[in-house]
DNA sequence: TCTGGGGTCCTAGGACCC
DNA sequence: TCTGGGGTCCTAGGACCC
């Protein structure tokens, strides 16, 4: 097998440093209150995702600040995959800006060689920085693109992967975060090489079955190396950060901006587009707690008022007016059913 | 200092059926 | 009337990813 991961750099800030050349070659972030996505001559400066806007400005006063602008980054992702494909149909999105390639039997015996041409299509044809992992299963590419970035190729060859792989960091792993890095830790396991001799059932008692199973494959190296077509988008979200706030209007004014915009989206995905049967709503209060409530339609629909009647009933059930806290972000998710039924087959 | 504005997948438990 | 074993579907809640 041979995979590629390619993975474009500082997406949106990239995006934007393309379509406006007095960004290009400056620190400069795209943020709303908080930061979305910093360049990367923002991020030498130590400026990273999530950082109060205000306190970026306050201290970087040389730093531009630009608005998120999400249907910019999808036609440039549109774009993007539209490169990929052109090396090999077996392209599984991991995102609007990074995707595992098949190309086993198309590299001509050539990874590398590979990996390089798709990087100067992307550069030359998008504008955009990619950056490409080149390894023999899922994981090995993905931990080649990340070493390979910013803007760079970093093939793992199997005598490297024999070396490297007993060592990898638990934490390190794609898939395994905090909450499961913690339950290992105290299992006393930290590197790959500590599961040589555990089996599943032992493992079982320290992570879930997925995930025992996933880590024992990693150790044997028999880890996922399929790489598997995108089926239908599962769901529709649109989110919107703001000033801390505790006035009712305010909030539900952004929601309602939030509904709009999900709603043209999910419009856009299929014809006819699929209609979700329940609504879930999201507050952030500045305490950086999370509230989702979730609700039922009456009936599958698209229909702007029965969709904002339902979404401000759950809003108002995040208790987001009497709790004293200020909301900082709100917005909604709308799960969509698997495409109903396949269009029928032609007739004879 | 743990976020933005998006997403996916897994698991537990309840409802319901035979 | 109660118990039991087994299956499926749905939903809530988390963990994780960029």
Not at 122 to 131: I, Y
Not at 201 to 222: H, Q, Y
Not at 302 to 330: I, K, P, Y
Request: hydrophobic letters at 40%; glycine letters at 8%; a neutral charge.
């Amino acid at each position: 097998m041979v995979l590629l991961h390619a993975d474009a750099d500082a997406f949106f800030a990239s995006v934007e440093q393309r379509d406006d050349p007095r960004l290009r070659g400056r620190p400069m972030v795209v943020a709303h209150e908080v930061v979305a996505c910093p360049s990367y001559e923002a991020r030498a400066l130590g400026i990273h995702a999530g950082m109060a806007t205000r306190m970026v400005t306050r201290r970087w006063p040389e730093v531009l600040v630009v608005g998120y602008r999400g249907e910019a980054y999808e036609e440039a992702s549109r774009a993007l995959f539209e490169v990929f494909h052109r090396y090999t149909p077996l392209v599984e999105p991991g995102s609007i800006e990074e995707a595992f390639l098949d190309v086993t039997d198309r590299d001509r015996g050539d990874p590398a060689g590979m990996a390089a041409a798709l990087r100067r299509t992307a550069r030359a044809e998008v504008g955009l920085p990619v950056s490409v992992g080149v390894g023999r299963t899922k994981l090995m590419a993905k931990l080649a693109s990340r070493r390979a970035k910013p803007d760079g190729l970093v093939v793992v060859d199997p005598d490297t992967e024999a070396r490297v792989r007993p060592r990898l960091h638990l934490d390190d792993l794609w898939g395994v975060g905090p909450t499961t890095y913690e339950k290992l830790h105290a299992a006393g396991l930290f590197v790959v090489s500590d599961l040589y001799g555990w089996d599943e059932e032992r493992l079982k008692g320290v992570v879930s079955t997925a995930m025992a199973r996933r880590l024992l494959s990693i150790a044997a190296g028999t880890d996922d190396a399929t790489v598997r077509l995108p089926g239908p988008r599962r769901s529709v979200s649109a989110t919107r950060s703001l000033p801390a706030t505790r006035t009712r209007s305010k909030v539900a004014a952004v929601l309602d901006e939030c509904i709009g915009r999900a709603v043209q989206r999910v419009t856009g995905l299929d014809d006819p587009p699929r209609l979700p049967a329940r609504v879930e709503v999201v507050v952030r209060y500045d305490d950086g707690v999370q509230v989702l409530q979730r609700g039922a339609l009456s009936v599958p629909t698209l229909d702007l008022g029965a969709l904002t009647a339902l979404s401000h009933d759950l809003l108002d059930r995040t208790g987001f007016e009497w709790d004293g806290r200020g909301v900082t972000m709100v917005g909604l998710t709308l799960p969509l059913p698997v495409a109903p039924t396949a269009p029928p087959a032609p007739t004879p």
